[in-house]
């Protein structure tokens, strides 16, 4: 089945700063890859998901990058805010297999 | 449009009890998937149901069962429960099809004691 690695587990950047995490992913035919946000005491929320055919896409300080041929993607969050800070987890699914979630990265933006 | 319910929000059950957890997905959801989320261990996925039929399952044990009732509806039940069985369990629903986006509810918190 899928496996989703994601890095780094914790991540701490300036406010104003860049933030990008990683995840790579094992099965080749994945197709479809989420990003979920999970604020405190709260559920994860998408933020943003590509898919195979795309390579990058972008929802105004948040992008995702696709890299089938390395089998990873990548989320980057730019002029980072207090409100960014957050849990955050990728996922893989091929067609209607189930979503494989990585392990989640915190992120805590420093004022 | 009302989003995913999950009911009870939290409960305490003991060791050795069973538990039931309650999903109404999203209007016109029809595909209903269980997690289970823990400090360490991120979402682990338990089990997926579509038109009534479980169609994904995870690696859990036979204590960990669910079901979907034909207004979509689902429920998952924990039998004979132990401590390492206190999570948060969150429940998605989705509309069928590749590339779906899955929607959670707020989740059930389960302390076991």
């Known amino acids: 089945g899928e496996n989703v690695e994601q890095h780094p587990s914790t991540l701490s950047v300036q406010e104003g700063d860049s933030a990008v995490i990683k995840c790579t992913y094992s099965?080749?035919?994945?197709?479809?890859f989420p990003w979920y946000k999970q604020e405190l005491g709260k559920r994860p929320q998408l933020i943003i998901d590509?898919?195979?055919?795309?390579g990058e896409k972008k929802d105004q300080r948040i992008a995702v990058t696709l890299n089938k041929t390395a089998k990873h993607f990548s989320l980057h969050i730019t002029e980072t805010q207090p409100e960014d800070s957050a849990v955050y987890f990728c996922a893989a699914r091929f067609g209607n297999e189930k979503l494989t979630f990585g392990t989640g990265t915190r992120l805590t933006i420093i004022p | 449009k009302a989003g995913v319910t999950q009911t009870p929000r939290y409960l305490i059950k003991t060791r050795g009890q069973q538990v039931t957890l309650s999903c109404s997905p999203i209007s016109g959801h029809r595909s209903v998937s269980w997690y289970q989320q823990t400090p360490g261990q991120g979402l682990q996925f338990l089990f997926e149901?579509?038109?009534?039929?479980?169609?994904n399952k995870g690696n859990f044990p036979g204590r960990f069962s669910g079901r979907q009732f034909s207004n979509s509806r689902s429920e998952m039940n924990v039998s004979t429960l132990e401590l390492g069985d206190s999570a948060l369990y969150l429940c998605a629903s989705s509309l069928p099809g590749q590339g779906r986006t899955i929607y959670f509810g707020e989740g059930s918190w389960l302390t076991v004691v």
């Open positions: 590509i898919r195979s055919n795309v």
């Open positions: 099965d080749s035919a994945s197709n479809y």
């Open positions: 149901y579509f038109s009534e039929t479980q169609r």
